[in-house]
Nanobody, 114 residues
């Protein structure tokens, strides 16, 4: 059974930083494409950053230059380093894995507010 467990969310002031982690189990992580998505209240879920099994990265225009996605295949973990956070980054952040099927984590809340 595939499990994705996110952690690292919380409350942070504008301009601050957070690092999200997503630990995967039950899947061949090294050959799995991973991603981070977010959903703000009243809005649709949207992609934030993705990283393929080969290490290729893509970012939403709204986070380019501020967020960095990375992975550690030895730890079966994908990370999202978020810097220069803005109030509009407030959302529930979800980890996503794609390998034959699509899998989702339970989400972690990120709130950017003074």
């Amino acid at each position: 059974q595939v499990q994705l467990v996110e952690s690292g969310g919380g409350l942070v002031q504008p301009g601050g930083s957070l690092r999200l982690s997503c630990a995967a189990s039950g899947i061949r992580f090294s050959i799995t494409d991973m991603g981070w998505y977010r959903q703000a209240p009243g809005k649709q879920r949207e992609p934030v950053a993705t990283i393929t099994s080969g290490g290729s990265r893509n970012y939403a225009d709204s986070v380019k230059g501020r967020f960095t996605v990375s992975r550690d295949n030895a730890k079966n973990t994908v990370y999202l380093q978020m810097n220069s956070l803005k109030p509009e980054d407030t959302a529930v952040y979800y980890c996503n894995a794609v390998l034959h099927n699509v899998y989702w984590g339970q989400g972690t809340q990120v709130t950017v507010s003074s």
